[in-house]
């Protein structure tokens, strides 16, 4: 297992070509979050070859996250030896830009509320977007064909990029954009796409047991204020953002065995 390397999105020569079987491997966008985590363990047990991991730096309002990206691929790495077989090389891309145009909770120090448009003022404009566009061009360069994304319609936010008609059609413009007639077609995946955040720890369980649910509570972040003081029966966080409430009402609504009908308040 190799350490990221940090580059910027301009600096494309550092991916070497490599063709793997791109039915059996995938890139995941590993943010370092439970969601994510919880993809990654969804596509080291789906695919049987190289699951890669790739991170953003994107002006972020805290790091907190990005630096449990690699505690996380360290422990899964050491719980469960059959997965490390098959995690591969992680990459982290530099997209600083990102933050330096986004006026939002998630790149300035500003209080978390709702704005004109009804969304919060966390949802960061086009980020899934680039995201998905900046992973499909290292997954070209990697010989990888399925990317893997934790976005999810039914967590209450209402981020346009997490919808699922967004992520089709993404996939529909990544084909169209860089797939020539030879090539296998690219694959958006998004296994947490239908589930709330009850059904996400489950997913967990089932793919891990509850050592993978222990890892993903102690060694991810989800706190929009990047609190990492106290540990809660659900992770780590400062317990009162909107991020901090999903994930709590989640965990209890899965040890509860419920799901989450309502948003957390």
Known sequence: MRRATPITITEYGVFT?????????????????????????????RYRRTVETLGFDYGQRHRVEL?????????????F??????LGEDHMIDLSVL????DTA?????EIQATASGLPNTFVPGRN??????????????GLKVLVGG?????????????????KALQVALNLGMKTRYETRYAVETPLMWLDKADTWRLAETLGGEALV?????????????????????GFGCGQCPACKLRKRGYEAYRAGEQVTTAPV
């Open 151 to 167: 976005m999810c319609e039914t967590d209450f936010s209402g981020y346009p990029d997490c919808r699922d008609d967004t992520m």
């Open 17 to 45: 070509v490599t063709r793997i079987d791109a039915k059996d491997s995938a890139l995941v966008l590993f943010s370092g979050g439970q969601d994510s985590a919880t993809c990654l363990a969804w596509a080291l047990e």
């Open 81 to 86: 030896p059959h997965w490390a077989e098959r």
């Open 106 to 110: 998630m790149t300035r120090e500003i």
């Open 67 to 79: 630096e449990c990206r690699e505690g996380y691929r360290a422990a899964i790495a050491r719980e």
């Open 99 to 102: 933050g330096a145009i986004s």
């Open 214 to 234: 222990e890892l993903i509570r102690v060694e991810t972040h989800t706190c929009y204020v990047g609190e990492r003081a106290e540990l809660y029966d659900w």
């Open 129 to 142: 977007l680039l995201f998905m566009t900046v992973a499909a061009a290292v997954a070209y360069r990697r």
